[in-house]
């Protein structure tokens, strides 16, 4: 949790752009209209089309191998403009992904959900009238945000689950093991998180915050403190059941919440600030050491974030995006370095000249992020 | 400087300019009618020290009549794009020209922009004089390496000096910056912002702030003191020296190469000095290893500052006092312009003032000037048991820049 309050954001006060009419056009694919398909394997992903003109373009996925597998379509900077996900072997699933604007996307199949998938290609061509324009643009990056948000806290709240219940039945390597992972969701969209005031200080306070009297230590803290230092405690799985319910009650107030272009901007840069005054000083995770955890989740949010502006970027101020890609590469690359299994390292491994590359990195990041609200308010 | 309105003037401060900025590019086209209204009143005289000439024959900040305050950076290239690395040269150029002037980092600076956007200046300058700011830019071996491009010979690392305990983290660097200002918050603000131009092409390795220069280089300026109480740098090299600056400071012609003609090199050791135990030895001790007295600074068995020491025969100068062994006698006619600064970076966490001279000196050949007078000290000076050198670097310090050419240019272009 961040130690600045964000001004508060309620879903009435910010409805400040007008969304675009929903386009209705027949999903486009290939050949004779049908969907285009898509067989996907543990090493291939075949893509029928490799071009459907702009409109909805409809995908059948059928997953031909031995893992279970993901479908995405992005635009520039890895803007997911589509997914399927949890694909088992031998099912087939349908995506349909509204595609307006003309362009070149990318295709990815993600044999065991991994890496950056099997990418190809994808072009749409023309463009749905008036999808371009500015008003357009921004709210699809709106839209796309929302959506991301929604999937990312019911991601969240499942994997929150699981962590839960391995700490009511008192499995703690298995509670340590899920506490990381399941406060990556959390931690991708913490700047919509942490505008509910109220949710906030109880889902991801520290030990250390100040409360009002009476007000108790609670959230994924607290059980990192049990499961590390202390030991569970008698109210523990009490604690867990309060972090479902906040976590729940997150969910439904986030639905209705609408970001202007502007807050969502702003929300990119203040991950990045939370990675260099949270996670590089290991000021977060300070029991269980799983900073890089968050840093990575705080930097996916962020590019989530700015990819949703993108198109809006690329019209305004076509340098920028270029920038943006090749320093959230670095940081990519960087962190890929701390790689330990499926997670990181623990903070306590780093030493003092990997926190200074890993600071360096995101500088190198956050000035040209911090450039991103001004474009897309473009005063 | 993007427009002539921007053109600062002697004694203005930001604010004053950003007003009258503000106007003039509101009146653009009309003529400038409101406003500002100078053009019928000359500025005040302007106790900072005024503005000092960005552009020249060599870069400001070396024959400079030293300023008070000093913040130095140095910085590693953190990618090896030579384009980017033009490109941060070109912005840090423009950007030092406005703040050297008194204007603020970038147009629009601290306030004038979208209000959604993080301002282009970092603004705690705002309202201050040009406090006679100079930056000077400076290129280490580490980066003509990276880039590929063959080190002079007098570019070479420093050699090891007997009890030397450097640290690599205040040591070295591919480019350097010095800010001097008669203000703090102005050297200090010029570093801050020429940072930040530079994240995702530099990155900083170290810093270091000075005050109370202990070097005067020019005749103008009385002799400071160093935080052992004595006047340090009596026998400097003066601006007004021109004869002695050609034979000493500047790269002539024939040294080569060519990007440094007119240029000089840079030597700057961060020296801790033991000041407690310093403080506790007798004056009689201290002026003997200095070989000057410490009142007046005159050596010993001499009444003035600037009489000449007797360093002959029969001298009462100590064979192993500092002046002795760090004299042009002593070192083959060598001399160097030293301007450094005094520097406190608050406690060594045992209680004792982390404290010493940031060693600033500008010469025409390191080999042949720093590297012999510092083994002659580092051996035999016995002031070296009050003082440790903890950090070290070599900066190839370019000429001066002509209208419209930007750090660098020719070492990248050339």
Redesign the interface.
Same mark, same amino acid.
Request: aromatic share 4%.
């Given at each position: 949790m961040s130690r600045r309050p964000l001004a508060a954001v309620t879903g009435a006060a910010l409805a400040m752009i007008a969304l675009s009419a929903c386009t209705s056009t027949a999903p486009q694919g290939g050949g004779e209209g049908g969907p285009i398909q898509v067989r996907a394997s543990d090493t291939t992903c075949d893509v029928s089309a490799s071009e459907a003109p702009a409109g909805n373009v409809a995908f059948s996925i059928q997953n031909t191998g031995t893992k279970v597998t993901e479908f995405y379509v992005y635009g520039t900077g890895d803007r997911i403009v589509g997914e399927v996900e949890n694909i088992g072997p031998g099912l087939s699933r349908q995506l349909l992904v509204e595609v307006p604007q003309g362009g070149q996307y990318t295709t990815a199949c993600k044999p065991g959900m991994v890496g950056d998938g099997i990418r190809a290609p994808f072009n749409v061509t023309g463009s749905v009238p008036g999808s371009t324009s500015q008003d357009a643009v921004l709210a699809a990056a709106v839209a796309g945000y929302q959506r991301y948000t929604n999937s990312q806290i019911e991601a969240g709240i499942a994997k929150t689950q699981e962590f839960v219940d391995a700490v009511k039945r008192g499995d703690v390597p298995a509670a340590q093991a899920l506490f990381p992972v399941s406060r990556t969701y959390w931690e991708r969209i913490e700047p919509v998180a942490e505008s509910f005031g109220d949710i906030d200080p109880r889902v991801d306070g520290r030990e250390d915050d100040e409360r009002d009297p009476g007000v108790a230590f609670t959230g994924y803290h607290r059980l990192e403190k049990d499961l590390w230092v202390t030991g569970l405690q008698p109210d523990s799985a009490a604690i867990g059941d309060t972090l479902m319910a906040d976590m729940r009650e997150l969910q439904t107030r986030a639905a209705t919440v609408q970001l202007t272009p502007?807050q969502l901007?702003n929300g990119a840069k203040e991950l990045l600030d939370e990675v260099a005054t949270g996670k590089i000083t290991g000021e977060e995770d300070r029991y269980s050491h799983t900073d890089l955890w968050d840093f990575r989740a705080n930097v996916d949010g962020s590019q989530a974030a700015v990819a949703a502006l993108r198109p809006a970027l690329d019209q305004r101020d076509p340098a920028l995006g270029p920038?943006l890609d090749a320093?959230f590469a670095d940081v990519d690359r960087l962190l890929e370095q701390y790689r330990a299994g499926d997670g990181y390292v623990l903070y306590t491994q780093l030493t003092e000249q990997d926190k200074q590359r890993m600071?360096?990195a995101v500088?190198?990041?956050?000035?040209?992020v911090?450039?991103v609200?001004?474009v897309?308010?473009g005063? | 400087m993007t427009s002539n309105t921007d053109e600062p003037r002697p004694g203005m401060s930001r604010r004053r300019l950003l007003g009258w900025t503000g106007a003039g590019a509101a009146l653009a086209g009309v003529g400038a009618v409101a406003g500002y209204s100078a053009a019928d009143t000359d500025p005040p005289p302007d106790p900072s020290g005024g503005v000092v000439p960005f552009r020249g024959v060599h870069q400001a900040g070396i024959i400079t009549p030293a300023q008070d305050r000093l913040h130095f950076v140095a910085l590693d290239l !953190?990618t090896v794009d030579r384009a980017a690395v033009i490109s941060l040269l070109r912005r840090w150029t423009t950007a030092a020209e406005r703040m050297t002037a008194g204007a603020e980092a970038a147009p629009g600076g601290a306030v004038n &922009?979208?209000?959604?956007?993080?301002p282009s200046d970092t603004g705690e300058a705002l309202g201050l004089p040009a406090s006679a700011l100079t930056i000077t830019f400076g290129i280490g071996g580490s980066l003509l390496d990276k880039l590929g491009i063959p080190r002079p010979p007098e570019l070479a690392d420093l050699p090891p000096f007997q009890l030397d305990t450097l640290d690599p983290a205040l040591s070295g660097g591919d480019l350097c910056l010095q800010a001097c200002a008669n203000d703090p918050q102005v050297a200090v603000h010029a570093v801050r912002n020429l940072v &930040?131009t530079g994240?995702? !092409?530099t990155?900083v390795r170290w810093s270091q702030l000075g005050f109370g220069r202990t070097s005067s280089t020019s005749t103008t300026q009385q002799t400071h003191r160093n935080l052992f109480g004595f006047k340090d740098g009596t026998n400097n090299l003066k601006a007004e020296d021109t004869a002695a600056l050609d034979e000493q400071v500047w790269v002539p012609p024939a040294q080569g190469p060519a990007w440094l003609t007119g240029g000089t090199y840079l030597v700057a050791r961060r020296i801790r000095m033991y000041v407690e135990t310093w403080d506790r030895t007798s004056l009689t001790e201290q002026e003997s290893l200095t070989g000057r007295t410490k009142g007046e600074g005159a050596p010993i068995g001499q009444a003035r500052e600037f009489d000449i020491p007797n360093l002959g025969p029969g001298s009462p100068i100590l064979e192993d006092a500092h002046i002795r062994l760090a004299s042009a006698q002593n070192n083959g006619g060598a001399r160097m312009l030293r301007r450094g600064y005094n520097f406190v970076d608050g406690s060594d966490g045992l209680g004792h003032l982390n404290a010493g001279l940031f060693f600033l000196a500008f010469m025409q050949d390191p080999r042949r000037q720093f590297v012999p007078m510092q083994s002659q000290l580092a051996r035999n000076d016995k002031m070296m048991e009050y003082i440790r050198h903890t950090g070290s670097a070599v900066f190839a310090v370019p000429p001066g820049l002509r209208e419209g050419a930007y750090w660098g240019q020719s070492l990248l272009e050339g």
């Open positions: 502007v901007a920038v320093r600071t360096q500088d190198a990041l956050g000035e040209p911090s450039q609200a001004a897309v308010s005063q | !953190t &922009r979208n209000p959604d956007a993080p &930040r994240f995702g !092409t990155s």
